[in-house]
């Protein structure tokens, strides 16, 4: 999140040929799939009282406003949307099923028109009917609060424009027509979207009782309409999450969850982190397990340790709307100066692959770019070419390592080709809001990428495209803006079928942007842990592409 991100400390070389084996699988990682079988395990004998877990921080805890993978995975079990995915292992995680709507939608021929209708009797937490108004107010909400997934939703008719939603937040957006007493909701748009059905399953899309205030409720649990619910929450120190008593089973195509409460203590640093599982005070450790502990989780522990990679880009952005790096000269230099293999040898302790792609391995749009190479001469013969030789450039980065030592990587390199770098290192727990903030002005950062969905789109459209900027909450926070290629994405955001011409045309993308471009640095795509306590039963490990570890799923032994 959201952004779908997470800050991951390195996890060590020992484990890097398992994990790229799990890479090399496609765009998520594996484990055994769950033996209780099925979408609905929680209603197949499993469950158990209390699952206690060590977790990141949420962003957020308002399904309007977070959008890192800490939130996402929490609370996917809690909002939901009309669509959702399958909570399997492996691909078959990727599959979009009907959540609040009773099926698929009836989609017009030309691809602009959705028609929904949802399950009967569906209910919040609260007891209070789900109306399919609450699908409009939900995105309306969205706009009046300038939530990161508003460009999600611009080619809904009455969404952009002079007098659109976008810009008045006034009335309703004309291009969602729900009917309460019918349970239906349409949804008509500008033009067709190849990725629409993914979008509806995104937090943007979940549902929140009509009447919501339009401001973050993550101290103020919004009602859920999943199987479980937000209990408590005290941002930065713990969570608890119970089941819905209104739930029953109103999503059949959902789990319905084993686990009967979540206990979690919100814990950043990841030895720490490791250490609650290590003395039994937790049952899951959502940092990755810390390099030096590594060795001894992978033989004293080798049972209770997952290693996955998903569908991630670790990159730096450089700002291209102010200087140096509006300069394409300023920005290629940045290219040369940087060695992707000494990142992942001497920070991430190996475990990750180099990359110059902007979309990851796994999927049928990628095409390996081998443009760049480590060449600080030919990147300082850059800058003086550029004109920008000395001048300061403000880099950010979060405060806690790995993400503190690649900021400060990315600091000393431009020291070596001519900038004067000045480092600002935040908690990660305002980070992203503050490299999101145009205010800010900053020049080069870290930042990472986890999909939303495996869709293109959800790589070039959200991150590098000229119209998703904003003055807050932006997620080109590159500032990226290369108006042919915006055109391009555009017209492929029509194409309903990723044939393979529509796949070479992504790809396209992706070399213009790195390469003829250079807007955005990629290095690397990394790998993670899941690490658990003794009393959880690994044979109901599942994994999936989009939602990550299921702890829905999980077992006790």
């Known amino acids: ?160 424009g002079a007098s659109g939603f976008a810009t008045t937040k006034k009335g309703h957006i004309s291009g969602i027509i729900p009917d309460d007493s019918a349970g239906t909701i349409e949804i008509k748009l500008d033009n067709p979207r190849g990725d629409f059905l993914y979008i509806l399953a995104l937090e943007f899309s979940d549902f929140v009782p009509s009447g919501t205030p339009a401001s973050d409720q993550s101290t103020k649990p919004i009602p859920a309409t999943g199987p479980y619910m937000v209990q408590s929450y ?51 450790d ?44 300023a920005r290629k230099a940045v290219q040369y100066a940087l060695d992707p293999n000494a990142i992942i040898s001497g920070i991430y302790g190996g475990l990750g692959r180099p990359t110059q792609n902007f979309l990851p391995p796994g999927y049928p749009q990628y095409k390996k770019i081998n443009a760049w190479s480590f060449d600080l001469a030919k990147a300082k013969q850059l800058v003086q070419q550029s004109g920008t030789n000395g001048q300061s450039v403000d880099v950010y980065g979060p405060n806690e390592d790995p993400s503190k030592s690649t900021t400060e990587y990315l600091a000393n390199q431009l020291t070596k080709i001519g900038y004067k770098p000045k480092l600002h290192l935040l908690s990660h727990q305002v980070y992203f809001q503050t490299i999101g903030n145009q205010a800010t002005k900053a020049q080069a950062m870290f930042t990472n990428w986890f999909q939303d969905y495996p869709h293109p789109l959800d790589w070039f459209d959200v991150l590098l495209s000229g119209e998703r900027i904003t003055k807050t909450h932006n997620n080109n926070v590159g500032n990226v803006n290369v108006p042919s290629v915006d055109k391009e994405i555009d017209a492929l955001k029509k194409e309903a079928q990723n044939t393979p011409a529509v796949n070479d045309r992504w790809a396209k993308v992706d070399r213009d942007l790195m390469v003829t471009y250079a807007t955005t640095v990629p290095y690397m795509n990394k790998s993670s842990t899941d690490f658990f306590g003794p009393k959880i039963d690994m044979s109901c490990y599942t994994f999936g592409v989009v939602t990550y570890w299921d702890y829905g799923l999980s077992c006790m032994k």
């Open 1 to 160: 999140m959201k952004r779908r991100l997470k800050l991951l400390r390195p996890v060590g070389a020992v484990a890097l040929l398992a994990a790229l084996a799990l890479l090399a699988a496609g765009c998520g990682g594996g484990g055994k799939k769950s033996s209780s079988g099925g979408s609905n395990a929680g209603s197949s004998g499993k469950t158990y009282p209390l699952l206690r877990v060590v977790w990141d921080a949420p962003d957020y805890m308002d399904p309007a406003l977070y959008y890192t993978v800490a939130a996402y995975q929490l609370t996917n079990y809690v909002w939901t949307g009309l669509m959702g995915y399958k909570h399997e292992s492996g691909p078959a995680g990727a599959q979009l099923v009907p959540y609040l709507a009773a099926s698929e939608p009836t989609i017009s021929a030309d691809g602009k028109d959705y028609k929904f209708t949802l399950r009967k009797g569906l209910k919040y937490s609260d007891g209070t009917a789900v109306k399919a108004s609450d699908f409009r107010y939900a995105i309306e909400r969205d706009f009046k609060m300038d939530s990161p997934g508003v460009g999600f939703y611009s080619d809904i008719q009455g969404v952009s």
């Open 286 to 329: 959502f940092q990755p397990v810390p390099n030096d502990r590594l060795p001894e989780a992978q033989s004293k522990y080798k049972d209770q340790l997952r290693i996955y990679t998903n569908a991630n880009t670790y990159y730096f952005a450089l700002n291209n709307a102010i200087p140096p790096f509006d300069n394409i000269k």
């Open 234 to 284: 005290t941002p930065s120190r713990s969570f608890t999450i119970v089941r819905n008593p209104h739930y029953n089973n109103q999503i059949p195509t959902m789990p319905s969850g084993n686990p009967d409460k979540v206990v979690g203590k919100i814990i950043t640093d990841p030895v720490a982190a490791y250490q609650q599982v290590v003395s039994g005070q937790s049952d899951y």
